[in-house]
């Protein structure tokens, strides 16, 4: 089920909502959960018996860590705290053994596999048969806050939950679970059993949601349909560069609405349910270098990455340059390898690699003066992030080389035609409106417009009822509703 669904809009949320705040606060919890599990298993029922193995083994684990760790901090004597320290740190890598091995079993062994084979045949190697074991939607998502929850235990930023039903219910809240944002548990560790829901908090949600709902079902699925227009050409010589331009404009602009739209949804599902997730976009697409491209996308995930890889393995305060490029190495590599079991995955992920090891190294963009070159550089950032999606978006990497190739006519391919001409009158106005609302113009002039007054507040309210009929009504009659990070 995803959020810009009918039956989820007018169905399952009115009756959680209903149900949540007619209930006793001593079952509320209760209820979310056995909500999120059912909205887990609408498709799939047979992943939410991989989910909850997933949730009692880290449970389990948890409570393990923090057991020997409290008899470390009661125990004076050296060796004996030594001993316990040392059986935490065992648990702790025992519970991250657990979690890549589920991780790799079920989205990265087929592609491990189908590789081994494919230098076997070179050496006349008997093919090993690939499992076809299907992918759990989430798992990236749900193993990963799984892992917060382990790790902030061992580090003390948060109290161990002794009921598995509350692990299970971090891990699996509805609104976080299948696409994010990756909720850290240090962040909502005291909402679990400590949150206090207000009508405020109440009204801030609804409307995060809608906007997030519009975000999703118009803009999103109208650019999707031009991205996959370009990204179908099979005949590369036939790809203008015109119509390759707008492809991959398209999806630059269909993954932000796409995935901030959802992320959008979640963080205002959770203000309805008393919970504060932290942001997971902040405009990227104004970031005048590509380090500050991912210090505002999936904000989430690169902060995971930096706290529980960059920052322990030495992050920038190591002796030699070497061991810096290695750290970055490690977290770009992991960061594509997340995002799916392909190679242009990890292409990309060392794409990044290369261009933000090239600006810790050099200095750029704080190193230019001239307002011009800082010009220059954002728009060279902006077409770097623009290649890169081509990469992350095209259907094997080769695919995405030629693609780009098409982009600066490399490929004997037109400069334009007909067809591409045609799109770009007819989505003038949508590219328009994308590149507007993917900036803070717009929220910087609402926000000059000063406090709400009555008459403000009232055409605020208008203005969100008239977007969610926009959007609910795109929700309603559309027969195409992709959803990018529904795979991860």
Known sequence: MVFSSPIFL????????????????????????????????????????????????????????DRNLNHAEQLAQFTTKGRYQKRAKVYLWLSILFNLALFFVYKYL???????????????????????????????????????????????????????????????LFPQLIAGPIVRYETVASEINHRCETLEDFARGVRR???????????????????????????F?????????????????????????????????GLMFGFHFNENFNYPYISKSVSEFWRRWHISLSSWFRDYVYIPLGGSHVKSRSHHIRNLFVVWLLTGIWHGAA?????????????????????????????????????????????????????????????????????????????????????AVLFAAGVLFSTPILSKLCKAGGHLNLVKEAVSVVMFLVLFLIGASFTVTSTYNPFIYFNF
């Open 209 to 235: 949601f809608i906007l997030g709902l519009a975000k999703k079902s118009v803009l999103a699925n109208c650019f999707a349909v031009l991205a996959d227009h370009a990204f179908n050409y099979t005949d």
């Open 237 to 269: 010589s036939q790809l203008s560069v015109l119509m390759a331009w707008i492809g991959a404009v398209a999806y630059t602009l269909q993954i932000y609405f796409d995935f901030s739209g959802y992320s959008d949804m979640a963080i205002g599902l």
């Open 343 to 427: 190679w242009n995955f990890v292409i990309w992920g060392m794409f990044y690699f290369v261009l933000i090891t090239f600006e810790k190294l050099s200095g750029i963009p704080q190193k230019l003066k001239n307002p011009i070159g800082r010009y220059v550089y954002q728009g060279a950032t902006m077409t770097a992030v623009i290649l890169g999606w081509v990469i992350f978006r095209a259907n094997g990497a080769r695919n995405g080389l030629n693609y780009i190739f098409c982009m600066f006519g490399l490929m004997g391919n037109p400069g334009t035609d007909v067809a591409a001409q045609f799109l770009m009158r007819q989505s």
């Open 110 to 172: 087929d592609f491990t596999i189908s590789n081994i084979n494919r230098i076997g045949s070179i050496f006349g190697v008997q093919e090993v048969p690939l499992r076809h074991i299907a992918l759990p939607i989430g798992i990236s998502f749900f193993t990963f806050q799984a892992m917060s929850y382990v790790f902030d235990v061992y580090l003390r930023r948060g109290e161990v939950q002794r009921n598995p039903l509350n692990t299970a219910l971090y891990i699996s």
């Open 10 to 65: 007018f169905a399952f949320l009115p009756l959680v909502l209903a149900g949540y705040y007619l209930l006793d606060r001593r079952f509320k919890n209760g209820f979310l959960l056995i909500t999120s599990l059912l909205f887990y298993a609408w498709g799939e029922p047979d992943f939410v018996f991989v989910m909850v193995g997933s949730i009692l083994v880290n449970h389990g684990f948890a409570l393990a860590i």
